[in-house]
């Protein structure tokens, strides 16, 4: 099986090493001759535990990846909840960044569970409609993950490099989101296909004590792997996956992120709000008397320095991808083109891959904590929607109670009785010292638009051209 995020499929022989405690765990695995059919002869049974760790290292694995599934869903979701909810911060990089989220997220459902469950118990416990769809999920959100990075990476080449090109606009992305997917399912699909659940007839899992009659304390061995004609092209597929789901993205990524970089480390601000200058400088004012740069310069400054800061945010996030892939893409061709020991696959198998794993799921759960850490506009989008919600309930409330006392006002006992004093202050904006009427009486505007505190900053660092002018 080439799951990318589930267990590669223990052998026969690495699950008969397993550190798995039973009831007769200080004893080998049993092998007891087992007759077929009278033309076949008898065949040797191999009798394996239904653990595969002690209960304490499985606990561990268990809480642990428990940990990462927490934290991808509840991190990814409020990504997904900042880019939804407030119009404002769908712009072409947030557009990318909610994308990886969702991919993350379908990681964390269809990923996490499974591979846990491989990595505590024998065999696969699931039927073969289960085997096709969670290796093929995995997959494409893998898959689309990696693709995504490589157009956050494309989006703000484009704007930094060649800033006076044209931009890559929101219809744009989410054409290039569908070519994405489009791309992640064909590249999986062969991994579909060749997906089954297969009966291995020398092992069975024991659930009880073997005693005269051993079939009826175990049970069947079965395992979700890839069934391909001959092994080599097995390594045909691996080498195509690892070439176009880790090594050319790695290599787009580094080489555009390195060109950013020289990009913002050969350019100066100009003092002006303007653009270019050789002087960097203005006759009319652009420096104080007391040279000190105008308000023009210091926000041309700042945005230099959120664009860098969202910069380095992005590389982290490219950066952390490759730690985390690295170890379990090694595996998956060590595996595939070494001549291992059955020591050697047990070590792997039962330790190694585990541990690969949780680094690989640990990328899909971090993603969002450095959105948050780095991304200021994360920071204002998550507090503008909560302040947009709660000040949209209360401005309801003020509007209801003013909207039944100017009712009552208008129902009188002459039927043309003005208004009661107040009563239309309440419905227009508040008394001097309005502060007594609530903390949201005269905000709506500012509930309404608190998502947009920033709107500039965030065009010029997410999406806008930087105006500077060569050193």
């Known amino acids: 099986m080439k799951h990318l995020y589930s267990l590669m499929p223990l052998s026969p022989e690495a699950v008969m090493m397993t550190d798995s405690t039973g009831p007769n765990s200080s004893d080998p695995p049993l092998r007891v001759p087992e007759s077929r059919a009278p033309q076949q002869g008898p065949v040797n049974i191999t009798y394996v535990e239904f653990y595969l760790h002690k209960p304490s290292i499985a606990a561990v694995f268990a809480v642990s990846y428990l940990l990462i599934f927490l934290l991808c869903m509840v991190g990814n979701g409020i990504v997904g909840f900042i880019v939804l909810r407030s119009r404002n911060m769908r712009t072409v990089t947030n557009i990318f960044i909610l994308n990886l989220a969702i991919s993350d997220m379908l990681v964390g459902i269809f990923c996490m569970p499974t591979t846990l469950i491989d ?22 959100s ?10 956050i990476a494309v989006d703000r080449f484009r704007c930094i490099v060649y800033p006076f090109k044209q931009k890559i606009t929101v219809g744009l992305s989410k054409m290039i ?12 699909c062969p991994s579909g296909l060749m997906l089954q659940v297969t009966k291995e007839h020398s092992v069975r899992i024991r659930t009880g004590p073997l005693d005269a009659n051993a079939a009826a304390a175990s049970r069947p061995f079965y395992w979700c792997r890839e069934n391909w004609p001959t092994q080599q092209m097995r390594k045909v597929y691996t080498t195509v996956l690892f070439a176009s789901i880790f090594l050319a993205p790695l290599a787009l990524i580094v080489i555009m992120y390195a060109r950013i970089g020289l990009t913002l480390f050969k350019t100066t601000v100009p003092p002006d709000g303007r653009g270019s200058g050789s002087g960097g400088t203005r006759d009319d004012g652009g420096v104080g008397g007391e ?6 310069a210091d926000r041309r400054q700042s945005v230099s320095r959120k664009k860098k800061h969202a910069v380095k945010m992005l590389l982290v996030v490219a950066l952390l ?17 070494a001549s291992l020991s059955a020591r050697q696959h047990r070590v792997l198998n039962i330790y190694v891959y585990p541990l690969s794993h949780w680094l690989a799921f640990f990328n899909s759960s971090v993603n969002p904590i450095i959105y948050g850490f780095f991304n200021d506009n994360f920071q204002r989008g998550f507090q503008a929607a909560f302040k947009f919600q709660l000040c949209s309930a209360v401005l309801e409330r003020q509007r209801t109670l003013s909207l039944r006392l100017l009712g009552r006002a208008a129902a009188g006992p002459q039927g043309n009785q003005p208004p009661a004093p107040g009563a239309r ?3 227009s904006r508040p008394p001097s010292g309005g502060a007594a009427e609530g903390p949201c009486w005269g905000q709506e505007e500012r509930c309404v638009s608190v998502s947009s505190e920033g709107q500039d900053e965030l065009e010029l660092v997410t999406e806008g051209p930087v105006e500077v002018s060569q050193v």
């Open 425 to 427: 202050g309440l419905v």
């Open 119 to 140: 990595n505590i118990i024998t065999g696969w416990p699931f039927g073969s409609v289960v085997c096709k769809l969670s290796g093929m999920v995995q997959g494409i």
């Open 291 to 296: 040279g000190r740069p105008t308000a023009p």
């Open 321 to 337: 991808f490759v730690v985390s892939w690295l170890p379990l893409w090694t595996l998956m061709l060590l595996s595939d083109y």
């Open 142 to 151: 893998v898959s689309a993950s990696v693709f995504t990075l490589v157009a």
């Open 177 to 188: 989101l569908v070519v994405i997917w489009v791309l992640a399912v064909s590249i999986m």
